[in-house]
């Protein structure tokens, strides 16, 4: 099985950074995913790492350990819009399903 | 525009009462998969399909059906639906098995 592990909350202020981590063991690894879901909206897409190291993207920055089983979100620049939940999301296999952790819910303030 | 287009965006029914989901994609888009929201469980898999006629079970299949007979549809049904699937659903479909996913506005189910 799996198992991926964000936290629940966090906040930050205004034009600050924050980082948020990601924790995963599976059996077998195929990429991982960062999604950012707004209130009461859909998910949208951020990044994809499937090699170790640093995907940089504007603000938003991704990173990920395979040997550590291990990957962060880093977004620079805070803005109030950026309040919102951040996906972790773990494929294993070719032909597998896509595991999403639970979210950690990112609070910005002025 | 390219969009992943769900039907309703609001539903309330009662147990027992059979209903589909739909889910439509304009991107030609092989992948396509369910998934389901529920506070404090996130986003779960349902079901997902590689391409036409070709579906498999996700995480939590139990009391869900799908078809994929057109590579643009794949609705979501539920025979006979019962209050622990309230849940606010979501279409997600990707070029291909390794892409970004792009998700529909979501399906707002309650089963009374």
């Known amino acids: 099985g799996q198992n991926i592990d964000q936290p629940t909350e966090m906040t930050a202020t205004e034009g600050a950074i924050v980082q948020i981590n990601c924790t995963y063991q599976?059996?077998?690894?195929?990429?991982l995913f960062w999604y950012q879901q707004h209130a009461g909206e859909a998910p949208t897409f951020l990044s994809y790492?499937?090699?170790?190291g640093l995907e940089e993207k504007g603000r938003f920055s991704s990173f990920l350990s395979r040997s550590k089983g291990y990957s962060y979100l880093l977004l620079k620049e805070l803005q109030m819009k950026d309040s919102a939940s951040y996906l972790c999301?773990?494929?294993?296999?070719?032909?597998?399903?896509?595991?999403f952790g639970k979210g950690t819910m990112l609070l910005v303030s002025p | 525009e390219a969009q992943v287009t769900q039907n309703p965006r609001y539903l309330i029914t009662v147990t027992g009462k059979k209903l589909t989901v739909t889910c439509s994609q304009n991107?030609?888009?092989?992948?396509m998969s369910w998934y389901r929201q529920d506070p404090g469980l996130g986003l779960r898999q349902i079901y997902y399909?590689?391409?036409?006629?070709?579906?498999d079970k996700g995480d939590v299949p139990e009391g869900y059906k799908v078809s994929r007979k057109e590579k643009r549809n794949f609705p979501l049904i539920l025979e006979s639906p019962s209050p622990n699937q309230t849940s606010l659903y979501f279409c997600?479909?990707?070029?291909?098995?390794?892409?970004?996913?792009?998700f529909g506005n979501g399906t707002r189910l309650t089963v009374t």
């Open positions: 997600a479909s990707s070029a291909t098995y390794n892409s970004p996913l792009h």
């Open positions: 599976t059996s077998g690894f195929n990429g």
């Open positions: 790492n499937v090699l170790d």
């Open positions: 999301a773990v494929k294993r296999e070719r032909y597998s399903t896509l595991t």
């Open positions: 991107m030609n888009h092989e992948y």
């Open positions: 399909s590689m391409n036409v006629e070709v579906t």
